[in-house]
């Protein structure tokens, strides 16, 4: 009945092999085509190509993170009809490998936001953080997008003249260059690094200057109209990621982070395939968002599982806690994650797997001598794996001791 450990993998440029993973009892791999260009065909041969190596380690390829979904798309452009047709394609070529889940996100522009990536935690780990003025200083004293004073409020107006006019011209580099480019560039990212990579954001945001949340909801309406039939012909189950974080950044519209925008997303169009990413990191970033519920509320929607903690320094900051400590009540949220899974096993469905991955992990130990993307660290995310992996063993038998 346990929720199915699997773990990011970014590919043969990381510094986590395959055979590090075996080790570790992780039983699926979640990875991506990170080669392939986004909005071009999966083709079957590198679909099979990284499968088979996943293979040789006596592991499989258990979903997808992520089929990266276009600009073109989200804005539903002039090309919106070769990108969904594209898309289309990529989903039958991965459900004739058998790979049968596709996580994907829906966000304009960047896929997740943070101000600081070396925040130290009180035990010198290192995690990461998010602080809204420290962001209102980047977007409007860095960045200088047009009309950025009018999205924040006074107060936080203020603690951000402040912040800007304390940086050097290096730190204010830095900054702007870690959310726009160093965040980015591993998972897609719609900016390349160069001298005019300001420039190129800005273009990129200003392409959403007349797009509010409901013509945005409305593109993903349009988008999965359009695809779901193919995935549920071929069943492929999809799950869109949750905002990161969930509420409205750089004037860009959010969709996707709280349980009612989710609800929405289910009624408009009701196919099985469409379902979520239930990444506790990302929902936990809004105060308002009360995750057991959401867990039990969305529970048959639930194909894919991001496990990780945030707590807050501040009401305008919050930071990532690791994976138990934290905002979030993980014994609650997993206990209703166990519940969904013995209940599709009860009824016989297809597929009642509930793959989940430990998210984002701090810094420790020797992951100070390694190299990891932004919030992938090794032996952070491995106690993670370990903390979560034996708070399910512990509910499991609660469970089925009843």
């Keep these: 009945m346990s929720l199915e450990k699997t773990w990011r993998w970014f590919g043969q440029n990381d510094a986590v092999g395959l055979a590090d993973l075996r080790q570790m009892g992780v039983e699926g791999v979640v990875t991506s085509l990170h080669h392939v260009p986004a909005g071009e065909v999966w083709q079957v041969e590198e679909i099979r190509r990284v499968q088979s190596e996943i293979k040789k380690h006596g592991m499989y390829w258990s979903v997808v993170e992520s089929l990266p979904v276009s600009e073109g798309i989200k804005l539903h452009s002039g090309d919106y009809e070769r990108l969904t047709d594209h898309y289309r394609q990529s989903l039958r070529h991965l459900a004739a490998c058998g790979v049968d889940t596709v996580c994907y996100n829906f966000m304009p522009v960047l896929d997740w936001a943070r101000t600081h990536l070396q925040y130290k935690n009180e035990r010198g780990g290192e995690t990461m953080l998010f602080d809204y003025p420290t962001f209102a200083a980047f977007d409007i004293y860095i960045l200088g997008r047009r009309g950025a004073e009018d999205s924040y409020p006074e107060t936080v107006r203020r603690k951000a003249e402040q912040l800007a006019r304390s940086m050097t011209e290096s730190e ?131 194909h894919f599982i991001h496990l990780r903690n945030t707590d807050y320094l501040t009401a305008d900051s919050f930071y990532e806690s690791g994976h138990l400590a934290g905002s979030v009540d993980m014994y609650a949220v997993v206990k209703a994650l166990l519940e969904e899974q013995m209940r599709r096993e009860k009824a016989g469905l297809p597929v009642a797997r509930m793959p989940f991955r430990p998210d984002h992990g701090i810094r420790i130990l020797d992951d100070f001598s390694r190299k990891a993307n932004p919030g992938y660290p090794l032996i952070g995310r491995l106690k993670g794996l370990a903390e979560i992996d034996g708070l399910q063993t512990a509910i499991e038998r609660e469970l089925r001791s009843h």
């Design 172 to 302: 204010r580099e830095e900054l702007a260059h870690n959310i726009i480019v160093v965040t980015q560039a591993f998972i897609h990212g719609t900016v390349n690094d160069g001298k005019s990579y300001k420039k190129q954001f800005l273009a990129r945001l200003d392409a959403y200057r007349e797009v509010g949340s409901e013509q945005l909801s409305n593109h993903l309406s349009i988008f999965l109209r359009d695809i779901l039939p193919v995935a549920e012909e071929a069943g492929v189950r999809l799950c869109i990621h949750p905002d990161d974080p969930p509420f409205p950044l750089l004037g860009l519209p959010r969709i996707a982070g709280t349980q009612d925008d989710f609800l929405r997303i289910f009624r408009q169009n009701s196919s099985p395939a469409n379902g979520m990413t239930f990444c506790t990191g990302s929902l936990s970033a809004r105060r308002d968002n009360d995750l057991p519920a959401m867990a039990r509320q969305l529970a048959d929607r639930i």
